[in-house]
């Protein structure tokens, strides 16, 4: 073999560990959730996901209402992954298990939200929407506790409300009008099988990259 066709084989060799390392890199980062991903949670004891519309509570706060909704496919069920205030969440990063995140409401532009009142079916500690644009205060922030280093899109994760130290739960009650056949979605003390959450439905940011879109996982 001459030293044209040796030259040649080895920058072939290099170039395809190249572009398997590159696939192993692209398939790690795609494996988590990351800071911007547009996502639909599922309550995976009670199969309904995480929704909320320009619908106030009667009781309580009054503030908008959180609720679980068995369609798949119903917009109002998307949120936006984002960092708590005041802290740079780089788009495209990986969320850390017990990182402190927002949850924003895509339609409406307002923050999961929970505080000291009762939930109007159950009497745990009521979940809202709150505040304009994204933009609430400290109420809004949730801890993601998750198994690894980071927030797999595989992973069933409980999802903890920083300030009052409740998780996102489910536990089955039901609405009338006008919000009728809908899930209450509240706060309990204890972790617990109606607290666990997964990754549906979404887009995934990517560092320097484009959106990954996932129908389903």
Known sequence: MG???VISVFLAVILVCFMFA???ARDL?????TCGSVVKLLNSRHSVRLHSHDVKYGSGSGQQSVTGVDSADDANSYWRIRGKPDTVCQRGEPIR??????????????????HHFSSPLSNHQE??????NGEGD??????VQCGETYWERDDAVRIKHVATEVFLSVTGEQ???PIRGQREVHGMPSPNQHNYWKVMEGVFIQPSSDPVRHDEL
């Open 3 to 5: 030293p044209l066709r």
């Open 29 to 33: 980062d795609s494996s988590y959730v």
């Open 97 to 114: 298990c017990g990182q402190a995140i927002r949850i924003t409401h895509m339609k409406t532009g307002r923050n999961l939200h929970s």
């Open 22 to 24: 590159q696939s192993g």
């Open 175 to 177: 609405y009338g009008q």
């Open 138 to 143: 400290d109420l809004d922030v949730w801890a």
């Open 127 to 132: 979940v809202s929407a709150f505040g304009e």
